[in-house]
């Protein structure tokens, strides 16, 4: 909330040293703050600047945080498939998509982290050239989560829809959007993911 990059490394600095629950840092305590800006931005009390401001101080703590939670689940064998995901076309937001990816990828999972904004057709490439088993669009904004149905009905219509996995997040993003778009799972945050993924793939 005040912007404090240096802060924000101190504090994920401090947390690695005493050996806490990082993940928990990220989700209760990182998260909670940029939740705020964001509130305080769509009451207008604050503008986009305090927002990039606020991410950028976010990142100095994740940027600490996220080498240390990888090496911590170094053994995991990525042997539960390969999982495409990205935000989805036309959202530029990847800070939790990203930590979403990292999480995935300590579980276990062979992660292709294909980046922010991508089009529809590139995650569709992106998933069949791979032969992905899972695929996970975010969506940050009222205005992109529609393009996750959109996703929907291009797989359908490539008749690979029944081939791979579904998962869907977001701030927006909630489990009736996904049952009314028919994808297979929602994922509140990136522990939700880990919980709700490594179950499907047993
Ligand atoms: Co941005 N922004 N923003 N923004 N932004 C939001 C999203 C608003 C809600 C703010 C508001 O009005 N209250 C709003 C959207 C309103 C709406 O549509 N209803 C908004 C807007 C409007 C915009 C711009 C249009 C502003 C402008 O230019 N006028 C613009 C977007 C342009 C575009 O995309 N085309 C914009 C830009 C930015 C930045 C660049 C300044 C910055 C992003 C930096 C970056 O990502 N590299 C930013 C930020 C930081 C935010 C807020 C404040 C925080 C987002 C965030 O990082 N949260 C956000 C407010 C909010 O979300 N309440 C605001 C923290 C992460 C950890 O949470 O929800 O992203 P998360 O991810 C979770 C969870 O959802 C889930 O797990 C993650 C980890 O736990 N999850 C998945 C996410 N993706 C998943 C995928 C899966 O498969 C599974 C689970």
Not at 157 to 172: L, W
Not at 188 to 201: C, F, G, L, P, Q
Request: net charge negative; glycine share 10%.
């Amino acid at each position: 909330m005040a912007y404090n990059a240096e802060g924000a490394k101190a504090v994920a600095s401090d947390a690695v040293a005493a050996n806490a629950d990082l993940v928990d840092l990220i989700q209760s305590g990182f998260t909670t703050g940029i939740k705020e800006v964001g509130r305080l931005f769509e009451e207008k009390k604050l503008f986009l600047p305090h927002i990039m401001a606020a991410a950028a101080a976010m990142n100095g703590g994740i940027d600490i945080l996220m080498p240390v939670i990888t090496k911590q689940g170094k053994d995991a064998d990525e042997g539960l498939g390969k999982f495409v995901i990205c935000s989805i076309e036309g959202d530029i937001h990847s800070i939790g998509k990203d930590i979403v990816a990292i999480m995935l990828k300590v579980a276990g999972f062979s992660v292709l982290n294909i980046g922010r904004d991508v089009p529809l057709k590139d995650i569709l490439a992106a998933c069949k050239d791979n032969n992905a088993k899972y695929v996970g669009t975010s969506a940050l904004m009222t205005s992109t989560m529609v393009n996750q149905k959109t996703f929907e009905e291009l797989l359908r219509k490539e008749g690979v829809r029944d081939k791979i996995v579904t998962n869907v997040g977001g701030a927006p993003v909630t489990q009736q959007w996904a049952d009314e778009i028919g994808a297979d799972v929602y994922s509140e945050n990136a522990s939700d993911a880990v919980a709700k993924m490594t179950k499907i793939a047993g």
